[in-house]
C-alpha cells in the first residue's frame, strides 16, 4: 500500500471551507465528513481533513494557531506544467481564497506560485523539470576554472 498524507486542518466554518476546496478541485469523502469534519481528498494519497475548531482541539492540547497571523507549516503541491500552476493558483481567488500571499518563485527549472485558503493556511503549487534542477546544481558544485 502506498503511503499516504492527511493533512489536517483546523477551520472556522466547515461548510465554507469544503466549499473552497471543492472548488479548487478537491473532492469530498461522504464517509468521513460530518457537520464538524470534511475529509478532501486531493489525489489516491493526499487528503486534507478540514476540521471545525472544537473538533481539531479534541485531538491536541495545544492553543490554534490563527493561520492569518502565525505561520504553522507551508503545504505544498506539485502540477505538472507552468499552466498548471498558474491554472490551479487563478482558482483561490474566485472560491473565497487569496492569491499569490508568497512571491512566485521562477527558476527557470522550477515555477511556483502560492494561495492562501479562507482560514489563511497556505498552499505552494510547483512544476518543477527535475533533469534541468538536477543539472543547475550539479553546474553550481563544479569549482570554477582557475
Known sequence: MPKM????LPVTNVAAS???????GATRDERFCDGSTSMMVLSDTIYVMLLGHDRFASFTPKVIADARTTSEVLLCLTADSRDDVDATVERAGPAGGRIDPCPTQDYGFMYGRSY?????HIWEVTWMDVDAAMAARD???EPADA
Request: net charge negative; hydrophobic share 45%; no cysteine.
Open 139 to 141: 553546474q553550481m558544485a
Open 18 to 24: 469544503t466549499a473552497f476546496y471543492e472548488a479548487m
Open 5 to 8: 498524507i492527511f493533512v489536517n
Open 116 to 120: 492562501e485558503d479562507p482560514d489563511g
